[in-house]
């Protein structure tokens, strides 16, 4: 049974930081986070390809986070520095059943598995 388990969320003052991370169980490589504001759609964040090699970050994140994995955990992080109340949001993560080694997938379609969410808050 695949399930995703994030963790790391809280509330934070802006200008603060947040580790979330990610962990993996069954047939499933994580490797996307995603967010969503009340009231908004869900907005891609960050991914990073299995052979942890690649990333890609949205434009309103680039330069304060950081995603990383451990393949021998199953596991994806999330460093989250210089956070603004703009960040606040649910965060989920998104896994795959089959990776190519150095492909970055940063497309909701593209992932078949979804954590339950973890909620970051960020206080002005």
């Known amino acids: 049974q695949v399930q995703l388990v994030e963790s790391g969320g809280g509330l934070v003052q802006a200008g603060g930081s947040l580790r979330l991370s990610c962990a993996a169980s069954?047939?499933?490589?994580?490797s996307g986070w995603f967010r969503q504001a009340p009231g908004k759609e869900r907005e891609f964040v960050a991914a990073?390809?299995?052979?942890?090699?690649?990333?890609y970050y949205a434009d309103s994140v680039k330069g304060r986070f950081t995603i990383s994995r451990d393949n021998a955990k199953n596991t994806v992080y999330l460093q989250m520095n210089s956070l603004q109340p703009e960040d606040t949001a649910v965060y989920y993560c998104?896994?795959?059943?089959?990776?190519?080694?150095?492909?970055?997938?940063?497309?909701?379609?593209?992932?078949?598995?979804w954590g339950q969410g973890t909620q970051v808050t960020v206080s002005s």
């Open positions: 998104a896994g795959r059943r089959t990776v190519a080694r150095g492909t970055v997938y940063y497309r909701p379609v593209e992932y078949e598995s």
């Open positions: 069954g047939r499933t490589f994580p």
């Open positions: 990073i390809s299995w052979s942890g090699d690649n990333s």
